[in-house]
């Protein structure tokens, strides 16, 4: 792998990683609603509130507040969570492997349908089948993933229960997990009740988190599919006598990748992004049901350090998603 | 011409939509030979190939005629049965060399997949006979070549490995379709002249797609000149080249550059001549 | 890491269960046998130490709380009080001194035993202000204290009737000294000791409490062996715990869906008058609330039984003072009656009507109380068909707070008010004395007649002052007091579930039938 | 292979012939049109008061279940209040938020992309890096954010559509402007010595139009999406205004009781902005010829 590149994308996240530090800690602090009064208790008065400020910090300059933060986020130290009292960079630590293996697993879901799809679809040329894909990607498109969430409670939480629609796992059995990624630590462990249970619990809101993704993806990938089936290595390889099938996955599928990748690392942050409500629907303990749990208490700590979470993921796949297509694209990797 | 010939196209139509693009075109080409089909863009030699090999673009079809390869009828072959016939059978050599290889994998991996899927070579086998190979076509250091990706090769080192392929199943047919257009000058004559050796020492028949008149007579035992989907010309290249019955080919051999004349006096075919062949294809065109 | 039999045969189940009776509305029995309890509670516990930060002060998760430490001095579920860690409490005659004496025999969840100075230490961390502590005005006002055996003796500094009551209220709990100083307050959120019938066994923020009953507690060994409060914020979620058997208790649930589920074979509810009372809060800052025809005919205007039956399917009590009838001065001789009539005759005397109609805004949580955006909508439908057109605005709890600290809600504003003590002071004190950051309503006539009775050293006048203060109240239009809260408990038919008027869903109130 | 041998469809066409041409556009445009035509008649159309309440006729079923309320199509709400009314009435909510809140992104992103492409340099650099910086930003959890900043209400809602999603226009007019600047038409204005500004606004926003209305068709999608989150979170359109979002919201409290509540706003949602997504995309095939010129 080119490590200038990596060096260099890395340096140049930094300052987008302060400019939205920066955007996100001044519009918190013009927040309506004060995480002081939500502890105000009756009979309380002016100088408790005061004491209490002083206690958070509140009462400095916004800018003296960011150089504070600042200083102390350097050295790691994300500040102290108002409505947890606990360490920011402990509370999400703790939550964000719920929310990547959430966020994998959709990844999954929709990598595997998606590609389903546009094989069926690009196979399936000039037929019914393609207008079916082409129907079932546009209008799966156009349902947002909380749509889908509460869809599939409906369904399959109400009408037909057959799947869990809260919670990550059963608390009632009791595992002693060593790493926040139970789903891959079970399967690490070959403890497939335990990774089966888990899934029961994560697959709803993995494939409401899925679906747009992978009507995305599908499209995207269809129409590359399409156009690399047009492609002269393509016929040439048919003149070679391969079949269809060989045609698409092992001459076409990788060429189409590359343009699919490079436009889909958006629509990947928009499935992390939308981990934010489904979280909260599926009552799904990761960094997202805890970010709106922060939003609703001004925790204004906490809001800062998940927003900077959040950030560094989507930089992170974007930059996942450049190595991929360099992985992929062999121009790139070695011209 | 010989009696039994590999390939036997006779009164071959093809329509796409309305549009006939294919009207009764009959050609063959016997065992051993080289067999060139000339004509200008558009005049459906291309179509010709495509028919041969199973891959009219959607929409296209053979409305009437036959092709027999062997001495089987292609018209009507299920397209299963017709694609078990390409590679070892029949194969390609593309025009364009730049596009015609995926460019994602190695050449190793193009030349190992022929050899292993299509002549069921084990993976040591099938590296040997691919360095042979590549050695036939003159590649120097063929090891490393088969560790190249596409785009690090040359248009005609590219060319030589799509050749390579094209004899590795050692096929009874390869339709070359305009091999040497998109090459420079210089690298043509070289690919000419390895696509007649390797023609010569395989005796492979091939049916040679191409707008220039010089080439086929270097190259082809026989010719036959197309146009708007028709045959004008047809015969022994020295016939058909040496006393041209049609109009049409006497100006087509004139915009030939020869290396036997000044390029001066190259005369492109005249307008009211295509004209004229257009307005006669359109009336048959509405008459079929 | 293996898996022990049992568990394997419960996931087993579990999968099971779920695939083959998807239709059933329990599937199987997996939980309550093996002495596990399962509760879908309404809110995440941000944290464990119950004497700090906005959690302490949060009544919706004393529950937690009380379920893992003990208070100075408990309640009874009707609120009477009952010892706690104190067996015995008190103020000297000319009440400068006040007397605790300490259970003996309670332990730590490490087995040390709870001592006197454990109790001294906490208080005095009580009123520290700088631990943070949101009640340490109240803590701070007793000091010097002296142990003497099991009995402590301390001195007021400044009385507070309502002391003992703070004892059995928000932060009112004891913390294990020698524990909490050794691994400081970040150890002691990691790994919480307490005395309570229930020790943390395990905690995942966002997802659940696992707690184990301390078979030695002092009160009794638990009937429940283990208990998990599974956090299920979202109330359509918790009824779908109750309803597929993946939760044995569950509360906040909506009304429609409790009448439903009770009746389910295999589960059953309760519901029980709750100490949390919705209200408007009527801002004197504006005009208009100034007139006095324009209070009235707002309160007489609200069809509260209606209300409660409609939207709330009749479980609420309405209410016409801030004291609900379980609460010790209510009176229920004070009345504001519906009467549209009289709401529109008042309206005329100002010179308001439907052609001219008295404008202001009403502000409203949404999804914060069951049906509270709902309510709003209704009386706003019952004002605007006397002379009202108000317009409804959206907060959330946490602007609702920061507003009524700097006396700036809207001329009207909803909110819900909880007193589990169930004391006047803590209801209609706080919420109409002008000083307090807690009240809208700032006139001197009020005030006047609230201030005296903070320091009534005779509980019975103060009780009495207090009643006095809600009939003025009344009649003079200053809050508008909905109804009172009815908790919904839905349960599996095998647990006994004994509601707590406080709000509270104690597990240790819970046995197997 | 070589070619194909027959001459491409006619080459050029007009916008309009184009247009016409386009099934998705007839049937997209057909159905945000019939949209457009109900949110404008909506008081003439609701049969009912969308805020008429009766607490007597609460949670009545549609027409075609047992039990319904002879005069209310689709049954009523919690407070007994039409729900065929007030899914009209949110309809005009939905598309003020489209219009305005895809105008408003459109108008800021169109200006910092023109600028960004056009001017280079450091006001290049500046938008880019804001532009990184934007899309950084988690958006659903921005716009609740933002809007708890703001305080519920629609302008709210508009503002953090706008202010979070100009990114998306900013980027594909800068990459166009940066091709649409090379051509001569460019070159020959700049020669008759026109201004900057003019020539942006006159010479190179006329060019990159097209592109801006698939964007602008495609926007309006988003942000009727966003409003329902909005809603539905509980931060969208203060007061008793129906809103699709809030009816979800709504109808998921008696999800079990009465799940039409829920699906019927969430129906409209989805035809809203299938139709939305299907006009884009026709817009932008219709248009690619243009684009491409």
């Not at chain 3, 059995?168 to 019938?197: K, M, N, Q, W």
């Not at chain 3, 109240?473 to 647990?495: C, K, S, T």
């Amino acid at each position: 792998m080119p490590i200038g590149f990596l060096v260099n994308r890395l340096v140049l996240a930094i300052p987008t990683l302060f400019g939205v530090s920066v955007v996100v800690f001044v519009l918190l602090r013009v927040v309506p609603g004060d995480p002081i009064a939500m502890m105000i208790p009756p009979g309380a008065g002016q100088e408790d509130i005061d004491r209490l400020r002083v206690l958070y910090g509140l009462d400095r300059s916004i800018p003296e507040q960011y150089g504070i933060w600042l200083g102390q986020a350097l050295t790691g130290d994300f500040g102290t969570s108002i409505s947890l009292r606990s360490d920011v960079l402990g509370l999400v630590l703790q939550r964000l492997p719920a929310t990547l293996e959430l966020a994998a697993l959709a990844l999954l879901i929709a990598g595997a349908l998606a590609t389903g799809l546009a094989v069926l679809g690009t196979a399936s040329r000039g037929r019914w089948p393609e207008a079916v894909v082409d129907g079932v990607t546009g209008t799966v498109q156009a349902i947002p993933d909380f749509v889908w969430g509460l869809l599939f409670i409906l369904a399959l939480g109400v009408l037909m229960p057959v799947l869990p629609i809260s919670g990550r796992f059963d608390p009632r059995i009791e595992i002693d997990f060593a790493t926040g990624f139970y789903l891959i630590e079970s399967l690490a462990r070959f403890d497939l009740d335990t990774a089966a249970m888990l899934l029961r619990h994560a697959i709803l809101p993995a494939v409401a988190l899925a679906l747009p993704l992978t009507a995305v993806l599908a499209r995207l990938l269809k129409s590359s599919l399409s156009e690399a089936m047009t492609q002269d290595y393509v016929q040439v390889a048919k003149v070679r006598g391969f079949g269809p099938g060989r045609l698409i996955v092992r001459e076409a599928m990788r060429n189409a990748l590359i343009p699919t990748v490079a436009l889909s690392s958006v629509q990947v942050t928009f499935l992390i992004g939308g981990t934010v409500l489904v979280e909260r629907i599926f009552s799904y303990p990761g960094i997202g049901n805890m970010a709106i749990g922060a939003v609703i208490n001004r925790d204004l700590p906490l809001i800062q350090g998940l927003v900077l979470t959040f950030a560094v993921l989507f930089i992170a796949i974007n930059l996942v998603a450049d190595l991929t297509y360099a992985a992929l694209n062999p121009r790139v990797r070695r011209g | 011409m010989s009696l039994d010939p590999v390939l036997a196209v006779e009164d071959l139509w093809v329509e796409l939509g309305p549009l006939d693009l294919l009207r009764g075109v009959s050609l063959s080409v016997a065992a051993g030979q080289v067999a060139g089909l000339v004509g200008e863009s558009g005049a459906g030699k291309s179509m010709i190939g495509r028919s041969i090999l199973g891959l009219l673009p959607t929409g296209a079809r053979v409305s009437q005629g036959s092709i027999r390869f062997r001495g089987r009828e292609l018209v009507g072959l299920p397209i299963r049965a017709h694609r078990d016939l390409l590679g070892r059978g029949m194969t390609l050599i593309p025009q364009d060399p730049m596009t015609s290889l995926n460019p994602v994998h190695r050449i190793g991996r193009h030349m190992l997949d022929v050899l292993r899927l299509r002549m069921g070579l084990d993976r040591t086998t099938a590296r040997t006979r691919a360095l042979a190979l590549l050695d036939e076509v003159h590649i120097r250091d063929p090891e490393a070549v088969l560790m190249r990706y596409p785009h690090e090769l040359s248009g005609g080192m590219r060319q030589r490995v799509l050749i390579a392929m094209a004899f590795a199943c050692e096929p009874a047919l390869i339709v070359a379709d305009e091999p040497t257009t998109a090459l420079d000058v210089t690298v043509q004559r070289q690919i000419l002249r390895l696509i007649k050796e390797l023609q010569v020492h395989h005796g492979t028949a091939i049916l040679f797609v191409t707008h220039d008149l010089g080439v086929v007579a270097k190259i082809c035992d026989t010719v036959t000149v197309l146009h708007s989907g028709r045959v004008l010309e047809q015969g022994p290249v020295a016939d058909a080249l040496g006393a041209p019955q049609h109009a049409y080919t006497q100006a087509l051999l004139a915009a030939t550059p020869r290396y036997d004349r000044p390029a001066d006096t190259l005369h492109p075919v005249p307008a009211p001549l295509t004209e004229a062949l257009r307005v006669e294809a359109t009336a048959l065109r509405r008459g079929g | 890491m293996m898996l022990s039999t049992s568990r394997r045969r419960l996931l087993r189940a579990g999968a099971l269960g779920g695939l083959a009776l998807p239709f059933a509305g329990l599937a199987s029995t997996v939980s309550a046998q093996g002495s596990t309890l399962t509760i879908a509670y309404n809110v995440d516990l941000p944290a464990f130490d119950p004497t700090v930060g906005a959690s302490a002060v949060n009544p919706t998760i004393q529950s937690l709380y009380k379920s893992v430490f003990d208070q100075y001095i408990d309640q009874n579920p009707d609120l009477s009080f009952k010892p706690g860690l104190l067996t015995g409490w008190g103020w000297n005659e000319d009440r400068t001194e006040i007397f605790l004496e300490v259970r003996e025999g309670a332990l730590w969840h490490t087995g040390e035993p709870v001592t006197p100075d454990d109790v001294v230490w906490s208080l005095e961390r009580a009123g520290d202000p700088d631990t943070g502590n949101p009640i340490q005005f109240v803590w701070s006002k007793v000091g010097n204290y002296r142990i003497d055996g099991n009995r402590i003796t301390a001195d007021v500094l400044a009385f507070e009737p309502t002391l003992f009551k703070w004892m059995a209220f928000l932060t009112g709990y004891v913390l294990p000294r020698r524990y909490f100083e050794e691994v400081g307050p970040d150890g002691f959120e990691a790994a919480p000791v307490g005395s309570g019938p229930y020790r943390v066994d395990a905690f995942e923020r966002n997802a659940f409490l696992r707690l184990k009953a301390v078979p030695d507690y002092w009160g009794g060994a638990p009937a429940y062996e283990t208990v998990i409060f599974k956090f299920v914020t979202d109330a359509v979620s918790r009824v779908a715990e109750i309803e597929s058997g993946a939760s044995d208790v569950t509360l906040e649930i909506p009304y429609d869906a409790f009448d439903r589920l009770k009746d389910r074979p295999g589960l059953a509810g309760v519901t029980t008058p709750v100490s949390d009372i919705a209200m408007i809060f009527l801002n004197d800052n504006d005009e208009i609330m100034q007139d006095r025809n324009v209070r009235l005919a707002a309160h007489h205007a609200i069809n509260k039984q209606a209300i409660v039956d409609r939207l709330l399917r009749g479980y609420g009590v309405p209410i016409d003072t801030l004291q609900a009838p379980e609460y010790a001065a209510f009176d229920p001789t004070i009345r504001v009656p519906y009467d549209p009539d009289r709401a529109a005759a008042l309206l005329a005397e100002s010179g308001y009507g439907r052609d001219n109609p008295a404008r202001f805004t009403i502000q409203t949580t949404r999804g914060f109380k069951p049906r509270d955006f709902e309510m709003i909508q209704a009386i706003v439908g019952m004002w605007r068909a006397v002379g009202i057109e108000a317009e409804i605005e959206v907060y959330e709890i946490a602007q609702h707070f920061e507003l009524r600290a700097r006396d700036a809600l809207a001329p009207a504003a909803f909110y819900n008010w909880g007193n589990s003590i169930g004391d006047p002071s803590t209801s209609t004190g706080f919420a109409m004395f002008g000083p307090s950051p807690h009240s809208t309503w700032d006139t001197d006539d009020l005030d006047a007649m609230i201030g005296p009775l903070w320091g009534e050293p005779d509980e019975a006048a103060r009780i009495a002052g207090y009643r006095a203060v809600d009939r003025y109240i009344a009649e003079q239009g200053y809050v508008i007091p909905l109804l009172q809260y009815v908790q919904p408990i839905v349960h599996r038919d095998d647990v006994v579930v004994t509601p707590h008027t406080a709000n509270f869903l104690l597990p240790q109130l819970m046995r197997p039938a | 292979m070589a070619e194909l041998g027959i001459d491409r469809l006619p080459g050029r066409q007009g916008v309009w012939v184009a247009l016409c041409g386009n099934a998705r556009v007839w049937g997209g445009g057909g159905v945000v049109g019939l949209f457009a035509l109900i949110a404008l008649f909506a008081p003439v159309l609701a049969p009912q008061d969308p805020l008429w309440q009766d607490l007597m006729l609460y949670q009545m079923p549609p027409a075609w279940l047992p039990g319904s309320e002879p005069g209310y199509w689709l049954g009523t709400d919690s407070l007994g209040r039409d729900l065929l009314s007030r899914l009209i009435h949110g309809t005009q909510v939905a598309l003020i938020v489209a219009v305005v809140a895809a105008g408003a992104a459109g108008a800021l992103g169109v200006l910092l992309g023109l600028m960004a492409g056009y001017f280079g340099g450091w006001v290049d650099a500046l938008i880019s890096r804001l532009i990184d910086v934007w899309v950084a930003f988690p958006p659903v959890l921005l716009s609740i954010v933002l809007v708890a900043v703001l305080g519920a209400g629609l302008h709210s809602v508009i503002i953090a559509i706008a202010v979070i999603d100009w990114t998306r226009f900013a980027r594909v007019v800068r990459a166009e402007v940066l091709v649409q600047k090379e051509q001569d038409y460019v070159a020959s204005a700049v020669t008759i010595g026109l201004g900057r500004w003019r020539i942006l606004f006159g010479e190179v926003l006329p060019n990159v139009a097209p592109l801006v209305l698939v964007l602008f068709t495609m926007e309006m999608a988003i942000a009727v999406i966003v409003e329902t989150i909005l809603s539905f979170v509980g931060l969208s359109v203060a007061s008793d205004r129906p809103t699709w979002g809030g009816m979800i919201a709504e109808g998921r409290q008696v999800i079990y009781e009465a799940p039409w509540m829920m699906l019927m706003p969430i129906g409209c949602l989805i035809a809203l902005v299938l139709a939305l997504n299907a006009l884009g995309d026709g817009l932008k095939t219709a248009l690619d010829p243009v684009l491409r010129r």
